[in-house]
């Protein structure tokens, strides 16, 4: 969730807040209005990822790079396995983004040709390596992975790579998309952004994704599963864990089809975001450099979401009859006035978020130094 780049795209940050936003509605609000966000918010994350991790790549500097990405990954590990063990509601996402933010640190120094095969055998492959590893787990899934389920090691490491609700085998697909398309459609040098590219981009994927799931249904004489698939949608229930889903497409359904689907999905928002602030009146608006500012602030919002939970439950106790996007509504309010009251009265570079701060901090002491350093909290660039 935190950003590589040393100089940000706004419309990237615009995006993560807006990922943001949809994992508060995931987390608080549910039915139809998680059903309608798919899994696309908490894709996005992951797709950014590979996206800031590009955008901060610096050719000159490759062992820093690299030493800043395991650092990064790091922090999220620690604050992820941290947030799991406070039990909430949130399957926390944390942990599977270090294991994206680490290939991706892999990724960034690697020619567009090999990542381009190293993504689609991810694609295409992982769905059914995560399918054997699960059926080889012994013990109970869990959501999420935190301290204490390290204790086992290797039921925590088998059940972060192949059973929560982002195996990190297949998320790590997105990452790798988000490194192609900041090389294909994001600012460059003197190149500008290239949204209608990123969304053309996007469309072909999910057209694939969807077409290629009911051709192989059709191709494999299973188009009854179409309706297993619709009706686990309309009910937000799940499939069976079995090699017959591996050819569908629903929401945090570890199959290639669904990668393509959500990984589709993801591009055409953020190609919708760097759209609308290429427009200097939208780009320099109050609510879209608030929002800008909370999406540089990530790792610290998701984290002070989360910590509100517990308090969220005993306030639902009390007023059982409270509307859930009441309580959303609340939760981007307070998440709202205690970062951008953060961002708005302390000095750089404790102004980039307390989380943000802490992990520059620790990607400073890693990195040696060598010429003029940049000055810290470097402007936007626009998209």
Request: charged share 15%.
């Given at each position: 969730?935190t950003?590589a780049?040393?100089?940000?795209?706004?419309?990237?940050?615009?995006a993560?807040?807006?990922?943001l936003?949809?994992?508060?509605?995931?987390?608080?609000?549910?039915?139809?209005?998680?059903?309608?966000?798919w899994?696309?918010?908490?894709?996005?994350?992951a797709?950014?990822?590979g996206?800031?991790?590009?955008l901060?790549?610096?050719?000159?500097?490759?062992?820093?790079?690299?030493?800043?990405?395991?650092v990064?990954?790091?922090?999220?590990a620690?604050?992820?396995?941290?947030?799991?063990?406070?039990?909430?509601r949130?399957?926390i996402?944390?942990?599977?983004?270090?294991?994206?933010t680490?290939?991706?640190?892999?990724?960034?120094?690697?020619?567009?040709?090999?990542?381009?095969?190293?993504?689609?055998?991810?694609?295409l492959?992982?769905p059914?390596?995560?399918?054997?590893?699960?059926r080889?787990?012994?013990?109970?899934?869990?959501?999420d992975v935190?301290w204490s389920?390290?204790?086992d090691?290797s039921h925590?490491?088998?059940?972060?790579?192949?059973a929560?609700?982002?195996?990190a085998?297949?998320?790590?697909?997105?990452g790798?998309?988000?490194?192609l398309?900041?090389r294909a459609?994001?600012p460059d040098g003197?190149?500008p952004?290239r949204?209608?590219?990123l969304?053309l981009?996007?469309?072909?994927l999910?057209l694939v994704?969807r077409?290629?799931?009911i051709l192989?249904?059709?191709?494999?004489r299973?188009?009854?599963?179409l309706e297993a698939?619709r009706?686990?949608?309309?009910?937000?229930?799940s499939?069976p864990?079995d090699v017959d889903?591996?050819t569908?497409?629903g929401?945090y359904?570890?199959s290639t089809?669904?990668?393509?689907?959500?990984?589709g999905?993801?591009?055409?928002?953020l190609?919708?975001?760097?759209?609308l602030?290429?427009r200097?009146?939208?780009r320099e608006?109050?609510l879209v450099?608030?929002?800008a500012?909370l999406?540089s602030?990530t790792?610290?919002a998701?984290?002070?979401h989360?910590?509100?939970?517990?308090?969220?439950?005993?306030?639902?106790?009390?007023?059982?009859?409270?509307g859930?996007?009441?309580?959303?509504?609340?939760?981007?309010?307070i998440?709202?006035?205690?970062?951008?009251?953060?961002?708005?009265?302390?000095?750089s570079p404790?102004s980039?978020?307390p989380l943000e701060w802490?992990t520059?901090r620790?990607?400073?002491?890693v990195t040696?130094?060598s010429?003029r350093s940049?000055?810290?909290?470097?402007?936007?660039r626009?998209?």
């Amino acid at each position: 969730m935190t950003s590589a780049s040393p100089s940000r795209v706004a419309a990237v940050d615009v995006a993560r807040c807006l990922a943001l936003l949809g994992i508060l509605v995931n987390h608080l609000v549910g039915g139809l209005a998680s059903a309608v966000l798919w899994d696309v918010h908490a894709v996005l994350f992951a797709v950014l990822v590979g996206v800031g991790a590009q955008l901060g790549w610096s050719a000159h500097r490759r062992g820093s790079t690299a030493r800043a990405g395991l650092v990064r990954a790091g922090a999220l590990a620690v604050v992820g396995l941290t947030l799991a063990d406070l039990g909430t509601r949130a399957a926390i996402v944390l942990v599977p983004l270090a294991v994206v933010t680490v290939v991706v640190t892999w990724a960034v120094r690697r020619t567009t040709r090999v990542l381009l095969g190293v993504t689609a055998s991810v694609a295409l492959l992982a769905p059914l390596v995560a399918h054997l590893g699960r059926r080889g787990l012994a013990g109970r899934w869990l959501p999420d992975v935190g301290w204490s389920d390290l204790l086992d090691p290797s039921h925590a490491l088998s059940t972060a790579a192949f059973a929560t609700s982002y195996p990190a085998v297949l998320w790590t697909a997105y990452g790798l998309l988000g490194v192609l398309a900041a090389r294909a459609s994001l600012p460059d040098g003197n190149r500008p952004a290239r949204p209608a590219a990123l969304a053309l981009a996007g469309l072909s994927l999910v057209l694939v994704g969807r077409v290629g799931s009911i051709l192989a249904l059709v191709l494999t004489r299973r188009t009854a599963l179409l309706e297993a698939e619709r009706r686990a949608a309309v009910e937000a229930s799940s499939l069976p864990d079995d090699v017959d889903r591996l050819t569908l497409v629903g929401a945090y359904l570890p199959s290639t089809p669904s990668l393509l689907v959500s990984g589709g999905l993801a591009l055409l928002v953020l190609a919708g975001v760097i759209a609308l602030c290429r427009r200097p009146r939208v780009r320099e608006s109050a609510l879209v450099r608030g929002a800008a500012d909370l999406g540089s602030m990530t790792l610290s919002a998701y984290t002070l979401h989360v910590l509100l939970l517990p308090g969220t439950e005993r306030v639902l106790e009390a007023h059982p009859g409270l509307g859930p996007w009441w309580l959303w509504a609340a939760h981007v309010t307070i998440i709202a006035v205690v970062l951008l009251t953060w961002r708005r009265t302390l000095p750089s570079p404790l102004s980039s978020g307390p989380l943000e701060w802490a992990t520059r901090r620790a990607v400073a002491a890693v990195t040696p130094r060598s010429g003029r350093s940049p000055a810290p909290g470097p402007p936007r660039r626009p998209a």
